[in-house]
Structure formats: C-alpha cells, structure tokens
C-alpha cells in the first residue's frame, strides 16, 4: 500500500499490506484482548485514555507532519488535528464512568430494576483519509473506554497514519491487542464484518460506502453508526452580522481545503445582504495564500489526490458548462497533479452538479433568497442532513427556524464543528448514528435491563 505525499506526487513509504491469515490472527488477537480487557474497570481504561492524549501531546510534532505528507493538510491545521484527538480521550476518561454508570429503574409494583451498559467486543472501523486522525479518536476513545477493543481499516492513502496511531495506543501501556490496524484494500472489509469475533462497524465515508457497508453488516445482522457525506447549508438572514459572517463562511469553506462532510457548502444568502455578503466572502476566500502544507504561513496546499482534484473539476465544469455563473475563478488541476484553486459558483439551478452533489473541496455555491421561508426551503432542498448553519441577530427567530431545519446539528451564528460534548451525526443521505458526547458512547455497548424479582 503506497503512501504518497500529494503535494509533491513523492512516494513516501510502501507498506506492506495483511495477507488474509495476518487478518485472521488480528481478528484472534483482538477478542483475545476483549476478554480481560472488559473486566478491567472503567477508572483502569479511563486512566490508559489519558496515557493516550499525554502521549498524543509528547508526540504532536511527530504525528502532525506525518498527517501533512501524506493527505496534504496545511501543518498548522495538523497540530490542531492532534490536540483535538488528545481533548477527546481526556473527555471520555473524565466523563465515562458516569455515562456508563448502573441507572435504576423503580416499577410501580416496588419491583425494581436497573440498566447496565456492557461491550459488545470488537468494533471495526473503516475510516477515511480527511481528518486521519480525528476520525479515528473519535471512534476509538469511547469504545476503548467502553471496554470494547477496535479495529481500523484506514483509508489506502494514509497507511502512516493508521500505524501512527496504532503506536499511539501502544506507547499509552494499552494491552496487545486492544486497538489494532488492518492495512487492507475495500475488498477484504467483507471478509472482516463476516467474522464471527467482530461484532459491529461504523464507518466515516462516502454515501456510497454506506450503502456497501451498511448491506454488509445487514446480512450479518450486525449494528453500523454511519456518518457519510454532507451538502450542509450556511444561511445568512439580512439581520445578521455579515461581515463576521462572511469571514466564518470564508473559513468553513476553505478549512482541511473544503475536504470535510461539515464545511459549508451551500451559501443561502438573503436578497437584501446578498451583494454585500459575496463581496466579503470573496475577498476572505482571495486572501487564502497557496503553499507547500509544511510551510507556517500556508492557508492551503493540495487536495488529498489527484483523482480527487480533477473529480470535484469535473463537477465545477460541467455546472458552469449548464450556465453555473463563475463569482471566483479558480483553475483546472494540472494532470496527475492533486493542486487545486477555490472557486464560487452562484446561479445554479438543481440539474447542476453544483446544486444538488457534494462538493468535496474549495467550491462554494451560492443562492441568492427573498425571504426565510425560501432560505429553509432551499437548505432543506438536498439529500443531505449533516449540519447547518445559521445567522441572524434575532434570538427568537434563530431557536425556531433551527427547529424547521432538516439536518443532525444547526450551529447559530458559527462554524459548524465537531466537540466531543455534542453529538455528531446526519440524517437522510448523510448518515445514521451518532459519535461523540454520551450518545457516542453507548452506540457499540449491549443496553442490558436487568430485573430484580
């Protein structure tokens, strides 16, 4: 399996990859681990999850530069990867016990009864390569806390980063076993959810890879969390701050280059502000400077491949070839190349790409509204329901129009962002599940009542 820095198209390392008996003795190992891994107490986990973001922290250098080689992630942004992952394990180490804890159940007869919350084994993950790190930890801190033991089939272009974080996991004092990586291509995952010994999966990905996996798991009758892909609208009423809000939208737009399911995506401006808006945001997107992603002062490098780059082309071609308008120019891929330049498409109509896919990269589409009513119509016009934004300085307005939004999460005049306090999950195209906070916890645990007659 090849690691190749996008950037610069350079081979990095060639990693070799499990033959089926290696994944069979992983698969072994790690039920092995499960036995006397979830008889250990939560206080016992919990302390070895902070082990983890100690060494997480120790190592931030280390693990932020290989991020950055090998899917082209500015370095700056790489750090706040990597810390991020350390916050998460400290908040399932502080907060899992309670999550977990026996919760009583008093019966009108005065029987009583009561829930506990027990692993289920092991929990496979199949990742993707845009936050190489985060979306793992985000996966593996509760379920590791949970007494579960994980499993990752990390996407083929980041093959580093899948061992680094194993070697995480392993610095931390966690036993053999508990977390391993497969490197393994998308064929062999059927193989894994198949066995016996491996009990759900959850999977960060595109919708496609949903329904693959998801039907998988099914015949097996095995549970699946899924968070595939997001169109998520950012909508700015006339009363709002626009300039705040054109920087943030700027930001959400352009952070990890456009390459995360939660970036605006779809710009739903209305009338009065709209000329004002698009100016801003063109202006903040313009002063995004291009650059090698090792570089401090890079606001962007590359997509993470070159199939990649000249996909999301194809999708701004052939909407401004329907007669997308083109507000910012931005440039075709050179050939081979994962180099890319933003651009912002405004009239567009939904048998546009631009309309109605997801654009995975620096792309923004623009819609000008007449009113609210039109905004919530057109955020609500799309398969996907990942997250949302909204804006406006009327409080009122803003708790009952987030109500009428049709998406997991609707982050009021902000960026929309994941936190290990809140719960992270779509609806519709975009998913089912949730990650994170308590929810995410107890997604991979047996709900057990347990009646005292």
Partial sequence: MKSINPYTGELLKDVEEHSEEDIDII????????????????????????????????????YAEIISLEMGKVISESRAEVEKCAWVCEYYAEKSAGFLKDEPIYLPDRKKAKVVYDPMGIILAVMPWNFPFWQVFRFAAPNLTAGNTGLLKHASNVPQCALAIEEVFTKAGFPKGVFQTLIIG??????????????????????????????????QIKKTVLELGGSDPFIVLKDADIEVAAETAAKSRMINFGQSCIA?????IEAPVY????????????NY???????????????????????????????????????????????????????ILGDLSPDMPAYSEELFGPVAAVFKVKDEKEAIAMANDSDFGL???????DA???DRLAREIESGAVFINSMVASNPHLPFGGIKNSGYGRELAENGIKEFVNIKTVFIG
């Fill in 275 to 286: 000329d004002q808006f698009i100016k801003a945001f063109k202006t903040h997107i313009q």
């Fill in 396 to 398: 009122a307005k803003a």
């Fill in 27 to 62: 698969i072994n190992k790690g039920e092995a681990a499960f036995q006397g891994w979830k008889k250990r107490s939560i206080a016992e986990r919990s302390s070895l999850m902070n082990k983890a973001a100690e060494i997480l922290r120790k190592n931030k250098e280390k």
């Fill in 186 to 219: 998308s064929k062999e995952v059927e193989k894994v959810i198949n066995h016996s010994k491996v009990k759900a999966v959850t999977l960060t990905g595109s919708e496609k890879a949903g329904q693959i996996i998801s039907a998988q798991a099914g015949k």
């Fill in 289 to 343: 400077q291009s650059g090698d992603p090792l570089d401090e002062k890079t606001g962007y490098a590359c997509m993470a491949r070159p199939d990649l780059a000249e996909e999301l082309y194809q999708q701004v071609k052939s909407s401004i070839d329907q007669g997308a308008k083109v507000i910012l120019e931005g440039s075709r891929p050179d050939k081979g190349k994962a180099n890319f330049k933003p651009y």
């Fill in 264 to 268: 605006a995506k779809r710009f739903i």
């Fill in 387 to 393: 997250g949302s934004a909204l804006w406006t300085s």
